[in-house]
């Protein structure tokens, strides 16, 4: 039997999406929410796969420390990074595609969820980046 549970982040982060056509292309910034949809098979005594206070600590404190109040630009945006570069201070991540919201679930299911659930017993199965209240992108581990 396979258990999932869901813990919601939020986070404000900056980009630019390079290619887009349209105002995107300019600097500007989003009020995130990152719904990370754990999976895993084995309960502790108490119940759980993983307690959502150990959940939102791992996930939250990985955003934290790279994402909230940074700027995310494609490693190939080399303009963009120049230019934040020389505001200090700064807060720059340098993904290796375009921080569009499906990259960035993307990034986060494949990269982030990984690292930050060893050892626990659980697998990220979905992370779902809503954009905003009304546009969300969804990555999950399975077709």
């Known amino acids: 039997m396979a258990l999932t549970i869901m813990r919601r982040i939020r986070f404000c982060a900056g980009h630019r999406l390079r290619m887009h056509g349209g105002r995107c292309e300019n600097f500007h910034g989003h009020?995130?929410?990152?719904?990370?949809?754990?999976?895993?098979?084995?309960?502790?005594?108490?119940?759980?796969?993983?307690?959502?206070?150990?959940?939102?600590?791992?996930?939250k404190g990985w955003l934290d420390e790279h994402w909230d109040h940074a700027f995310l630009l494609w490693d190939q945006d080399e303009n963009g990074i120049a230019a934040l570069r020389q505001v200090e201070p700064h807060r720059l991540f340098v993904m290796p595609y375009n921080p569009t919201a499906e990259n960035m679930a993307r990034y986060l299911l494949e990269e982030v969820c990984p690292k930050i659930l060893e050892g626990t017993g659980a697998r990220a199965s979905k992370v779902v980046i809503w954009e905003t209240d009304e546009s969300f992108a969804e990555v999950s581990a399975e077709p």
């Open 31 to 59: 009020n995130y929410v990152a719904d990370f949809y754990v999976t895993g098979e084995e309960q502790d005594a108490v119940g759980r796969l993983i307690d959502f206070s150990d959940l939102k600590a791992r996930c």
